[in-house]
């Protein structure tokens, strides 16, 4: 952001030089002939209040121009939307490099690159998306816990290892709770489990000793949804990493995904959300905001206003809390949500730029309350 206003002071000072030397008003020229200065984008308006503004992302959208150009001008961060899912990357039975497809991933990793842009990866454990292959063989009992262990820990190893230097953040674990607190039943668990099962949260341990063997310096996150505010599922959250941060367990954060509808606008769950961050931050974790959309019912100008303001509104509680380094959309155009799918068409048009790339109050109130000191 400085970088680009003092060009635009020094372009601005050498149109005026330049005028004044050929005999005309130097103000009236400088007012008629100098461009409007470029508005500032969300990428550098974040970067002046040192948080990172980031969007998921599909390597398949970025030869659309307005897709591509709209993620690099106003993100500073991707995140692949699916294609670091097991299922995606890892599609093939066996450890050696021709079970995985890193080409997709490896496509947005380039795009980051090309652009100055952050890669913050999604994600190595998860309950959903696991190859058929993994899932078969554990439902025809050719996969048990034993060999269950060897291939997630061949999978994180040569995963996080294939985009160490590439990848600075990692959703380690997903979604590993249920809504009471309880840990979720899965493959990797207890359904048949890495043979860790009823050891409670010993399996998702594991797994970030695992990623940090793999990439030492990455950052290592849980990542979990309605946990944004003080509830069950975020007490067991909480009472895990501050298990893992005594006892040394590599973990460096905690990804809240805030997939919110317009009912979490209202001061009491705002607070919640504020306080339960805070929790999180005194534990000296750092906060990821990894999944934000704001979805609604019509696309109305009351809806959408409606929205916009609470995007501004957890634009602030990130930027109030101390260790809240992530503001992250889960994708940037309604064009590409997946919202509409998911709530089976009865919700949308969630996302701060609409399905033909142009702005929305929510991005104005993101921008707004980015700028405001
Ligand atoms: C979603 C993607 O957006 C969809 O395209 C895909 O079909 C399913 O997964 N929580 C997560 C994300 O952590 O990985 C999910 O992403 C949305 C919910």
Redesign the pocket.
Known sequence: MFAHRTTYLFLAGLLASQTAALGQNPVMTRQDASPQPRSVTLREAGSARRLIIGA?ASPGRLSEPQYADTLAAQFRQIEP??HM?FGFIHPRPGSDASAYDFAPADKLVAFAQAHDMLVRG??LV?H??VADWVVGGVAAKTIGSEQLKAILQNHISTVAGHYAGNVWAW?VV??AFNDDGSLRSTIWYDSPGIGLKDRGTAYIEQAFRWAHAADPKAKLFY?D?EAEVINPKSDAIYTMAKDFVARGAPIDGIGF?A?FDLAFDNPKTLDSFAANLKRFSDLGLEIHIT?LDVRVNAPNATNLAAQAALYGKVTTVCLQNPTCRVLQT??FTDKYS?IP??FKGKQGWALPFDDSYQKKPAYNAILKALEAK
Request: glycine share 4%; aromatic share 22%; proline share 0%.
């Open positions: 998921a939307e699916i899912k999604h994600c998860w959903q998306r959703d997903n979604e990542n949804y995904q997939h999944e889960w994708g997946w799918a998911y």
